[in-house]
């Protein structure tokens, strides 16, 4: 059933095209202003659509315990407590960055490979955690790719094809450990692409046939997928929107690192903002995936399913 908050999206995605066209006008006279208005646009969608508390900056590197700083990114989401005094130094603790974003006026298949490089030194600028599947899985920072459109809008071009062909190779040559894992990409005109990912698939509590084992080299494996949700998914309502997907996929994601936004985020699930959507799947070693520990518990039977904000649960999304 439609609710109001379909139509409320509606209008930042109406918001957001009105003012790619307008960047667009003077985008050849001076680059770097359109692209300083266009992550602009994203900062102001955050700070209107997330709560409050959190604290949204722009053009910044994160750094790490260590010392070391990543690349910079367009758009940062600071955690509630992070220090006022730190707030204009365009170095963020990693500690206090919740998610980080690439934005693009005009995304490129170039774009999408440089975002991949990124999102894994970004993810590996915070130490390791250890003890449950989420943990292992998943880093506390987000890492996202955010674009007004994309340069394939010619007669038979295939935009969706195009990215799906940028996922998938660049998750192959680049993404080493599911940790590493862009986690949303955005393109407001398009579709959103969400990361999910299957703790465990195998002989001891599900289905992995010898087929699998022969195809990808070991019996037991994790799975993940970039699931796409676009207009053209299979069963699309006619009030779908990439960005209340990408709204959805925030507090989803958000909501596994702070439990004060647990109730909204099922209300957001319960009004079906994401779409349907598919995907396709990379399968990971299991043993290389997660430690020991994890390994034996997860054989052992301790994954649940479902699990909604359970860190030993079967499915992450």
Same mark, same amino acid.
């Given at each position: 059933?439609? @609710?109001?908050?379909?139509?409320? =999206? ?59 700083? %990543? ?104 993404? %080493? ?9 955005? =393109? ?5 692409? @969400? ?29 993940? %997928?970039?699931?796409?949700? %676009? ?15 990408? =709204? ?49 518990? =997860? ?19």
């Amino acid at each position: 059933m439609k @609710n109001e908050l379909h139509d409320f =999206i509606q209008v930042t995605t109406n918001e957001m095209g009105e003012e790619y066209k307008r960047i667009q006008k003077r985008a050849k006279e001076d680059p770097g202003t359109a692209g300083d208005q266009g992550e602009e646009n994203w900062a102001t969608l955050f700070r209107e659509w997330l709560p409050n508390s959190f604290q949204v900056v722009t053009k910044g590197r994160i750094l790490s315990s260590e010392g070391d700083a %990543s690349p910079q990114v367009d758009v940062i989401v600071l955690s509630p407590d992070y220090p006022q005094k730190l707030l204009d130094k365009k170095l963020y603790l990693a500690g206090g960055v919740i998610a980080a974003f690439e934005c693009k006026n005009t995304l490129k298949k170039k774009d999408l490979e440089e975002a991949f490089s990124t999102a894994k030194k970004v993810k590996n600028l915070t130490e390791s955690r250890n003890g449950t599947p989420y943990k292992e899985l998943n880093s506390p920072i987000i890492y996202g790719v955010l674009a007004h459109s994309h340069v394939w809008n010619k007669d038979k071009s295939t935009p969706l094809e195009n990215v799906e062909e940028a996922i998938d190779e660049s998750t192959k040559r680049i993404t %080493s450990h599911p940790k590493e894992m862009i986690d949303v990409i955005c =393109i407001s005109d398009l579709g959103c692409w @969400n990361t999910t990912k299957i703790t465990y698939m195998g002989p001891s509590i599900n289905n992995w046939s010898e087929e699998l084992e022969r195809i990808y080299g070991y019996r037991e494996a994790t799975i993940t %997928s970039y699931i796409q949700h %676009s207009k053209d998914s299979e069963h699309q309502k006619e009030y779908f929107s990439p960005i209340g997907t990408l =709204i959805w996929s925030l507090f989803s994601k958000f909501g596994y690192e702070d439990k004060g936004i647990r109730r909204l985020a099922n209300y957001l699930s319960s009004v079906d903002i994401e779409g349907s959507g598919v995907g396709t799947q990379h399968h990971w070693d299991f043993t290389k995936v997660f430690s020991e520990e994890v390994q034996q518990q =997860i054989r052992s039977g301790k994954i649940r399913n479902p699990g909604n904000w359970d860190e030993w649960s079967l499915n992450f999304s």
